[in-house]
Nanobody, 127 residues
Framework: QGQLVESGGGSVQAGGSLRLSCAVS????????MGWFRQAPGKEREGVAA????????SYADSVKGRFTIFRDNAKNTLCLQMNSLKPEDTAMYYC????????????????????WGQGTQVTVSS
């Protein structure tokens, strides 16, 4: 059973930075692709960033391109999301997730592909 534990959330002012981390156990991490998702109150959970199992290929939502960077350390079973130039609209609960494979016709930011989820960490950006 996969376990994912996020950390690093907090409150920052607009323009600030945060780094989220996700510690992973219980499944062969290096063979899964990973993603970060977020969910704001009253909104659906949306994909923010994804990274292939080998760590070289990434995907980002248009709203965070150029500001967020996803990376992973397969030796340490960790996933990170560096968030710079934060905006109030980035305020949300952030979740890390793991996927074994992508279904045909979907993207790697499609939450339906993901098998394991963390409990989330809150990010609040004030203006």
């Amino acid at each position: 059973q996969g376990q994912l534990v996020e950390s690093g959330g907090g409150s920052v002012q607009a323009g600030g930075s945060l780094r989220l981390s996700c510690a992973v156990s219980g499944f062969p991490y290096s063979t899964y692709y990973m993603g970060w998702f977020r969910q704001a109150p009253g909104k659906e959970r949306e994909g923010v960033a994804a990274i292939y199992s080998e760590g070289r290929v990434t995907s980002y939502a248009d709203s965070v391109k150029g500001r967020f960077t996803i990376f992973r350390d397969n030796a340490k079973n960790t996933l990170c999301l560096q968030m710079n130039s934060l905006k109030p609209e980035d305020t949300a609960m952030y979740y890390c997730a793991a996927a074994n494979r992508r279904r045909v016709g979907t993207t790697r930011l499609d939450r339906s592909n993901y098998d394991y989820w963390g409990q989330g960490t809150q990010v609040t950006v004030s203006s």
